[in-house]
DNA sequence: ACGCGTTATATCTTTCAAAATATAACGCGA
DNA sequence: TCGCGTTATATTTTGAAAGATATAACGCGT
Protein backbone atom coordinates (compact mmCIF):
# COMPACT_ATOMS: atom_id res chain seq x y z
CA UNK A 1 0.00 0.00 0.00
CA UNK A 2 1.53 3.67 -0.78
CA UNK A 3 1.06 5.90 1.30
CA UNK A 4 0.45 9.25 -0.52
CA UNK A 5 -2.11 8.07 -3.24
CA UNK A 6 -3.59 5.16 -0.90
CA UNK A 7 -7.29 4.78 -0.20
CA UNK A 8 -9.74 3.91 -2.84
CA UNK A 9 -7.11 4.38 -5.37
CA UNK A 10 -9.16 7.94 -6.31
CA UNK A 11 -5.99 9.61 -8.02
CA UNK A 12 -5.17 8.89 -11.64
CA UNK A 13 -2.71 10.03 -14.05
CA UNK A 14 -4.53 12.27 -16.91
CA UNK A 15 -2.81 14.47 -19.40
CA UNK A 16 -3.56 15.89 -23.19
CA UNK A 17 -1.08 14.77 -26.01
CA UNK A 18 -0.85 17.03 -29.36
CA UNK A 19 1.40 17.64 -32.10
CA UNK A 20 2.51 20.85 -33.10
CA UNK A 21 3.79 23.29 -35.46
CA UNK A 22 6.56 25.84 -35.33
CA UNK A 23 3.81 28.36 -35.41
CA UNK A 24 0.47 26.78 -34.03
CA UNK A 25 -0.88 23.31 -32.99
CA UNK A 26 -1.23 20.86 -35.17
CA UNK A 27 -3.23 18.20 -34.41
CA UNK A 28 -5.02 17.55 -31.04
CA UNK A 29 -7.41 15.23 -29.70
CA UNK A 30 -10.51 17.62 -30.69
CA UNK A 31 -8.92 18.22 -34.14
CA UNK A 32 -8.66 14.52 -34.84
CA UNK A 33 -12.74 13.76 -33.86
CA UNK A 34 -13.95 16.82 -36.27
CA UNK A 35 -11.40 15.01 -39.07
CA UNK A 36 -13.29 11.47 -38.15
CA UNK A 37 -16.52 13.15 -38.54
CA UNK A 38 -15.94 15.46 -41.50
CA UNK A 39 -14.85 11.96 -42.95
CA UNK A 40 -18.09 9.91 -41.52
CA UNK A 41 -20.08 13.17 -42.43
CA UNK A 42 -18.82 14.32 -46.04
CA UNK A 43 -18.97 17.95 -44.44
CA UNK A 44 -17.09 20.48 -42.02
CA UNK A 45 -20.96 21.73 -41.21
CA UNK A 46 -22.13 18.33 -40.26
CA UNK A 47 -18.91 17.54 -38.43
CA UNK A 48 -19.06 20.36 -36.50
CA UNK A 49 -23.16 20.09 -35.27
CA UNK A 50 -22.41 16.83 -34.30
CA UNK A 51 -19.39 18.25 -32.30
CA UNK A 52 -21.60 21.05 -30.23
CA UNK A 53 -19.15 23.26 -32.06
CA UNK A 54 -19.82 25.99 -34.30
CA UNK A 55 -19.19 25.76 -37.77
CA UNK A 56 -16.63 28.69 -37.40
CA UNK A 57 -14.78 27.42 -35.50
CA UNK A 58 -14.37 24.31 -37.31
CA UNK A 59 -13.24 26.10 -40.07
CA UNK A 60 -10.59 27.61 -38.50
CA UNK A 61 -9.07 24.27 -36.98
CA UNK A 62 -9.38 22.43 -41.07
CA UNK A 63 -7.96 25.84 -42.19
CA UNK A 64 -5.37 25.74 -39.72
CA UNK A 65 -4.49 21.84 -40.17
CA UNK A 66 -4.61 22.51 -44.34
CA UNK A 67 -2.13 25.49 -43.65
CA UNK A 68 0.17 23.89 -41.68
CA UNK A 69 0.55 20.23 -43.48
CA UNK A 70 2.89 19.99 -46.65
CA UNK A 71 -0.59 18.53 -48.22
CA UNK A 72 -3.84 19.35 -47.27
CA UNK A 73 -5.94 16.67 -45.06
CA UNK A 74 -9.51 18.15 -45.97
CA UNK A 75 -10.38 19.06 -49.28
CA UNK A 76 -13.70 21.30 -49.80
CA UNK A 77 -15.96 22.42 -52.46
CA UNK A 78 -18.01 25.27 -52.19
CA UNK A 79 -21.45 24.92 -54.10
CA UNK A 80 -22.55 22.05 -56.26
CA UNK A 81 -24.49 19.10 -55.50
CA UNK A 82 -26.12 19.42 -52.19
CA UNK A 83 -24.30 22.49 -51.63
CA UNK A 84 -20.85 21.39 -51.51
CA UNK A 85 -18.93 19.44 -48.89
CA UNK A 86 -15.76 18.15 -47.59
CA UNK A 87 -13.59 15.13 -47.92
CA UNK A 88 -10.36 13.54 -45.71
CA UNK A 89 -7.32 13.90 -48.46
CA UNK A 90 -4.95 10.84 -48.32
CA UNK A 91 -2.71 12.71 -46.45
CA UNK A 92 -5.59 13.62 -43.37
CA UNK A 93 -6.47 9.78 -43.40
CA UNK A 94 -2.50 9.13 -42.92
CA UNK A 95 -2.34 12.00 -40.25
CA UNK A 96 -5.87 10.42 -38.61
CA UNK A 97 -3.98 6.94 -38.55
CA UNK A 98 -1.26 7.97 -37.51
CA UNK A 99 -2.55 10.35 -34.65
CA UNK A 100 -4.99 7.29 -33.46
CA UNK A 101 -1.92 4.99 -32.53
CA UNK A 102 -0.29 7.78 -30.68
CA UNK A 103 -3.78 8.40 -28.64
CA UNK A 104 -3.37 4.99 -28.33
CA UNK A 105 0.07 4.75 -27.24
CA UNK A 106 -0.53 7.81 -24.65
CA UNK A 107 -3.75 6.12 -23.08
CA UNK A 108 -1.10 2.94 -22.41
CA UNK A 109 1.50 5.27 -21.09
CA UNK A 110 -1.68 6.91 -18.38
CA UNK A 111 -2.50 3.70 -17.82
CA UNK A 112 0.67 2.36 -16.52
CA UNK A 113 1.62 5.26 -14.68
CA UNK A 114 -1.78 5.39 -12.86
CA UNK A 115 -0.33 1.77 -11.98
CA UNK A 116 2.44 3.18 -10.36
CA UNK A 117 0.70 5.22 -8.08
CA UNK A 118 0.05 2.69 -6.01
CA UNK A 119 2.15 -0.24 -6.47
CA UNK B 1 12.02 10.14 -44.68
CA UNK B 2 8.18 10.50 -43.95
CA UNK B 3 5.61 12.04 -46.21
CA UNK B 4 3.39 13.19 -43.91
CA UNK B 5 5.79 15.00 -40.98
CA UNK B 6 9.06 15.70 -43.82
CA UNK B 7 11.13 18.66 -44.27
CA UNK B 8 13.47 20.31 -41.54
CA UNK B 9 11.56 18.36 -38.76
CA UNK B 10 9.00 21.40 -37.86
CA UNK B 11 6.46 18.89 -36.04
CA UNK B 12 6.97 17.33 -32.69
CA UNK B 13 4.24 15.58 -30.20
CA UNK B 14 3.92 17.64 -27.02
CA UNK B 15 1.07 17.65 -24.03
CA UNK B 16 0.50 18.44 -20.63
CA UNK B 17 0.36 15.26 -17.67
CA UNK B 18 -1.35 15.74 -14.22
CA UNK B 19 -2.48 13.68 -11.61
CA UNK B 20 -6.00 14.29 -10.78
CA UNK B 21 -8.49 13.60 -7.72
CA UNK B 22 -12.40 12.82 -7.80
CA UNK B 23 -13.06 16.42 -8.30
CA UNK B 24 -9.81 18.89 -8.91
CA UNK B 25 -6.84 18.72 -10.41
CA UNK B 26 -4.13 17.59 -7.59
CA UNK B 27 -0.88 17.96 -9.14
CA UNK B 28 0.58 19.19 -12.29
CA UNK B 29 3.69 20.86 -13.92
CA UNK B 30 2.49 24.51 -12.73
CA UNK B 31 1.50 23.16 -9.14
CA UNK B 32 5.05 21.14 -9.23
CA UNK B 33 7.14 24.31 -9.64
CA UNK B 34 5.05 26.00 -6.69
CA UNK B 35 6.02 23.10 -4.73
CA UNK B 36 9.89 23.36 -5.52
CA UNK B 37 9.68 26.81 -5.21
CA UNK B 38 7.85 26.86 -1.72
CA UNK B 39 10.80 24.53 -0.70
CA UNK B 40 13.34 26.81 -1.99
CA UNK B 41 11.78 30.12 -0.34
CA UNK B 42 10.10 29.02 2.49
CA UNK B 43 7.03 31.01 1.58
CA UNK B 44 3.98 31.34 -0.78
CA UNK B 45 4.18 34.51 -1.40
CA UNK B 46 8.01 34.77 -2.71
CA UNK B 47 7.23 31.31 -4.91
CA UNK B 48 4.28 33.16 -6.39
CA UNK B 49 6.36 36.30 -6.85
CA UNK B 50 9.00 34.09 -8.63
CA UNK B 51 6.79 32.35 -10.63
CA UNK B 52 4.86 35.94 -11.70
CA UNK B 53 1.97 34.49 -9.94
CA UNK B 54 -0.69 36.22 -7.67
CA UNK B 55 -0.63 35.68 -3.97
CA UNK B 56 -4.13 34.31 -4.19
CA UNK B 57 -3.82 31.94 -7.33
CA UNK B 58 -0.74 30.59 -5.48
CA UNK B 59 -2.75 30.13 -2.26
CA UNK B 60 -5.59 28.95 -3.94
CA UNK B 61 -3.34 25.90 -5.39
CA UNK B 62 -1.92 24.91 -2.35
CA UNK B 63 -5.36 24.90 -0.22
CA UNK B 64 -6.43 22.42 -3.29
CA UNK B 65 -3.21 20.64 -2.77
CA UNK B 66 -3.51 20.09 0.74
CA UNK B 67 -7.14 19.77 0.72
CA UNK B 68 -7.03 16.62 -1.63
CA UNK B 69 -4.04 14.92 0.30
CA UNK B 70 -3.84 12.84 3.04
CA UNK B 71 -1.78 14.46 4.63
CA UNK B 72 -1.03 18.34 3.56
CA UNK B 73 1.83 18.79 1.43
CA UNK B 74 2.39 22.35 2.65
CA UNK B 75 2.88 23.41 5.88
CA UNK B 76 1.98 27.11 6.59
CA UNK B 77 2.06 29.73 9.69
CA UNK B 78 0.56 32.96 9.51
CA UNK B 79 2.61 35.50 11.74
CA UNK B 80 5.76 34.83 14.02
CA UNK B 81 9.16 35.25 12.75
CA UNK B 82 9.48 37.12 9.97
CA UNK B 83 5.61 37.62 9.37
CA UNK B 84 5.57 33.76 9.31
CA UNK B 85 6.11 31.04 6.13
CA UNK B 86 5.05 28.13 4.16
CA UNK B 87 7.67 24.33 4.27
CA UNK B 88 6.90 21.19 2.21
CA UNK B 89 6.03 18.58 4.76
CA UNK B 90 7.27 15.40 4.05
CA UNK B 91 4.15 14.29 1.69
CA UNK B 92 4.85 17.04 0.07
CA UNK B 93 8.63 16.29 -0.16
CA UNK B 94 7.49 12.74 -1.32
CA UNK B 95 4.79 13.85 -4.21
CA UNK B 96 7.33 16.29 -5.85
CA UNK B 97 9.26 13.80 -6.12
CA UNK B 98 6.78 11.19 -7.00
CA UNK B 99 5.61 13.68 -10.06
CA UNK B 100 9.36 14.67 -11.09
CA UNK B 101 10.02 11.34 -12.25
CA UNK B 102 6.38 10.79 -14.07
CA UNK B 103 7.17 14.09 -15.30
CA UNK B 104 10.49 13.24 -16.66
CA UNK B 105 8.91 9.33 -17.95
CA UNK B 106 6.62 11.64 -20.28
CA UNK B 107 9.48 14.01 -21.24
CA UNK B 108 11.36 10.30 -22.84
CA UNK B 109 7.21 9.42 -24.02
CA UNK B 110 7.28 13.01 -25.83
CA UNK B 111 10.53 12.34 -27.40
CA UNK B 112 10.10 8.84 -28.58
CA UNK B 113 6.71 10.32 -30.30
CA UNK B 114 8.54 13.11 -31.91
CA UNK B 115 11.22 10.63 -32.82
CA UNK B 116 8.45 8.24 -34.52
CA UNK B 117 6.97 11.13 -36.66
CA UNK B 118 10.19 10.89 -38.78
CA UNK B 119 10.94 7.39 -38.85
C1' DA C 1 -33.01 32.38 -63.23
C1' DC C 2 -33.63 30.79 -58.73
C1' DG C 3 -33.23 27.98 -54.54
C1' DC C 4 -30.60 25.17 -51.74
C1' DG C 5 -26.98 23.78 -48.52
C1' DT C 6 -22.53 24.23 -48.22
C1' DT C 7 -17.91 26.71 -47.77
C1' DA C 8 -15.65 31.10 -46.58
C1' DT C 9 -15.04 35.23 -43.76
C1' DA C 10 -15.85 39.28 -40.79
C1' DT C 11 -17.66 41.25 -36.76
C1' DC C 12 -20.05 41.52 -32.58
C1' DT C 13 -21.36 39.50 -28.08
C1' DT C 14 -20.86 36.60 -24.26
C1' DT C 15 -18.61 33.94 -20.97
C1' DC C 16 -15.39 32.62 -17.82
C1' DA C 17 -10.99 32.15 -15.93
C1' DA C 18 -7.15 34.92 -14.56
C1' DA C 19 -5.53 38.95 -12.45
C1' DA C 20 -5.87 42.81 -9.57
C1' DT C 21 -7.35 44.97 -5.43
C1' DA C 22 -8.76 45.16 -0.70
C1' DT C 23 -9.02 43.65 4.04
C1' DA C 24 -8.52 40.87 8.04
C1' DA C 25 -5.86 37.87 11.08
C1' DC C 26 -1.74 36.14 12.87
C1' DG C 27 2.30 36.12 16.10
C1' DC C 28 7.07 37.36 16.81
C1' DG C 29 10.34 41.05 17.90
C1' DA C 30 11.61 45.70 18.96
C1' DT D 1 1.94 48.05 22.11
C1' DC D 2 3.05 48.62 17.58
C1' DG D 3 5.06 47.35 13.12
C1' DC D 4 6.28 43.95 9.95
C1' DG D 5 5.64 40.35 6.48
C1' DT D 6 3.21 36.62 6.08
C1' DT D 7 -1.14 33.66 5.62
C1' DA D 8 -6.14 33.74 4.70
C1' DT D 9 -10.25 35.31 2.21
C1' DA D 10 -13.65 38.17 -0.38
C1' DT D 11 -14.67 41.19 -4.03
C1' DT D 12 -13.89 43.67 -8.23
C1' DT D 13 -11.78 44.22 -12.65
C1' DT D 14 -9.79 42.70 -16.85
C1' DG D 15 -8.75 40.16 -20.94
C1' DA D 16 -8.73 36.53 -23.96
C1' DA D 17 -11.01 32.69 -25.79
C1' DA D 18 -15.35 30.89 -27.19
C1' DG D 19 -19.68 31.51 -29.17
C1' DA D 20 -23.21 33.90 -31.75
C1' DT D 21 -24.63 36.47 -35.62
C1' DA D 22 -24.33 38.21 -40.27
C1' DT D 23 -23.07 38.11 -45.07
C1' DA D 24 -21.00 36.72 -49.29
C1' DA D 25 -19.71 33.27 -52.67
C1' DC D 26 -20.13 28.98 -54.82
C1' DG D 27 -22.13 25.69 -58.24
C1' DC D 28 -25.44 22.04 -59.08
C1' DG D 29 -30.31 20.93 -59.89
C1' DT D 30 -34.98 22.28 -60.86
Known sequence: MHELFAENQPFRANGRLWVEGPADRFLGIGRLELLERIAATGSISRAAKEMGMS????????????????????????????????????????AVAEFQAMQARFAQFLADETARLYQ
Chains 1, 2 share one sequence.
Not at 57 to 83: F, Y
Not at 86 to 94: H, M, R
Open 55 to 94: YKKAWDLVSSMNAQARQPLVGTQAGGAHGGGAVLTEAGAQ
